[in-house]
């Protein structure tokens, strides 16, 4: 798990949510809410096919528009099959971590999971 987790406003445009992933060279970021919990995880793969589909659109899109109606996320007393079965089932390649408030204290990645299996 990566913790802390990087955010992004839940209604951020894709434009800052971009700018963010390439200022911290990570691919997710947790996209959180008005009251700072988990609205979901925003990937890069998500970004690229908004700006593939409408290259100027980055400006103006919120990160809220690429995100499931169910948060990518899982309880921190979760065990790591619980991740990777909400992994699985909701087709992600990440979750957020989140405390007993919904927000986030972490990322779980597939390439956390590969690296957990290869220890």
């Not at 802390?4 to 406003?9: D, L, R």
């Not at 988990?38 to 690429?66: K, Q």
């Not at 169910?70 to 971590?97: E, K, L």
């Amino acid at each position: 798990m990566s913790a802390p987790p990087a955010q992004v406003s839940a209604s951020a445009t894709l434009e800052q949510a971009l700018a963010a992933m390439a200022g911290t060279g990570l691919r997710h970021l947790v996209a959180v809410d008005e009251a700072g919990r988990c609205a979901g995880i925003l990937s890069d793969r998500a970004v690229v096919a908004a700006w593939a589909s409408d290259p100027g659109s980055l400006s103006r899109r919120r990160v809220a528009s690429l995100l499931d109606s169910t948060a990518a996320a899982v309880d921190a007393d979760a065990h790591v099959v619980d991740a990777a079965r909400h992994m699985c089932a909701g087709h992600v390649d990440a979750v957020a971590v989140v405390d007993r408030r919904g927000c986030a204290i972490g990322v779980i990645t597939g390439s956390d999971l590969v690296n957990l299996l290869t220890r």
